[in-house]
């Protein structure tokens, strides 16, 4: 695991009238301050990324469809320095990933319809001064192939 992402498996509190999960909790530890809250959405087969925040920490789940998240740390004083981690979300694999500073991560929408994801950052976006760096999700240095793999 990339040093200083953090996935943590929610759990889905169900009975016959439906399903609760608690995505973010004041009284939970490890969860960065309070800039934003905001809703991206996925559609089947695009890709967000690559892109990442200098400054700001991001906190995501993905509460409708389905989604791969990549990540890769491009941070040389790292111990995990050009790790690649994988992770699967959507409603039936309730995780919350931590996605520290300087950290470089892309979603692909991979289920049949729109994918939505929440996420929480300790700095709210500023427009003049955007906080955020971006690349080609096919044409840059990071080892990541967004094709397909049915295992």
């Known amino acids: 695991m990339i040093q200083g992402v953090v996935a943590e ?9 439906g399903r609760v999960t608690e995505l973010f909790r004041r009284d ?5 301050g309070f800039g934003q809250v905001h ?4 559609v089947p087969g695009a890709i967000t990324g690559w892109h990442r925040h200098m ?6 789940t993905c509460v409708h469809g389905r989604v791969r998240l990549g990540l890769y740390d491009p941070r040389e004083d790292s111990p995990t320095y050009l790790e690649v981690n ?3 979300l959507g409603p039936e694999s309730p995780y919350r990933i931590t996605i520290p500073k300087k950290v470089w991560f892309g979603l692909k929408g991979v ?4 994918s ?3 996420v929480w950052t300790d700095e709210a976006y500023n427009p003049k001064v955007p906080d955020e760096e971006r690349w080609d999700p ?3 240095e990071i080892p990541f192939d967004w094709s397909r793999r049915d295992r």
Do not use: A, I, K, W
């Open 9 to 17: 498996l929610l759990t889905n509190h169900l009975d016959e009238r």
């Open 28 to 32: 939970q530890e490890g969860l960065p």
């Open 39 to 42: 809703v991206s959405s996925v």
């Open 55 to 60: 400054y700001r920490t991001d906190v995501l």
């Open 86 to 88: 994988e992770f699967f």
């Open 111 to 114: 289920g049949r319809d729109e």
């Open 116 to 118: 939505l994801v929440v």
């Open 138 to 140: 096919e044409v840059n």
